[in-house]
């Protein structure tokens, strides 16, 4: 059964940066359509950025100009660069990963951005 375990949350100040990382324990991770989703307390989880196993990249608008996800087949891992951290960026992160019909969710790692 494949296995995403996110790392990199924790408390910024506003304005401050972070790097979240999801490693998957597939060999086929290439093959994987890989998303970050976030959630807020009280809100529902939604879609920060994602990247195809061709490259291409989507962002939500929130974090356009802000975020980047990139990925490293060779390490089985998919990247979540933030800057200019704002207190609304404040969440739990999700890796998610898609191939065909399979889905697989990390367990989450926790961003607080204070003001």
């Known amino acids: 059964q494949v296995q995403l375990v996110e790392s990199g949350g924790g408390l910024v100040q506003a304005g401050g940066s972070l790097r979240l990382s999801c490693v998957a324990s597939t060999n086929i991770f290439s093959n994987y359509n890989m998303t970050w989703y976030r959630q807020a307390p009280g809100k529902q989880r939604v879609l920060v950025a994602g990247i195809t196993s061709e490259g291409s990249t989507e962002y939500a608008d929130s974090v356009k100009g802000r975020f980047t996800v990139s990925r490293d087949n060779a390490k089985k891992t998919v990247y979540l660069e933030m800057i200019n951290l704002k207190p609304e960026d404040t969440a739990e992160y999700y890796c998610?990963?898609?191939?065909?019909?399979?889905?697989?969710w990390g367990q989450g790692t926790h961003v607080t951005v204070s003001s």
């Open positions: 998610h990963g898609r191939f065909w019909e399979l889905q697989v």
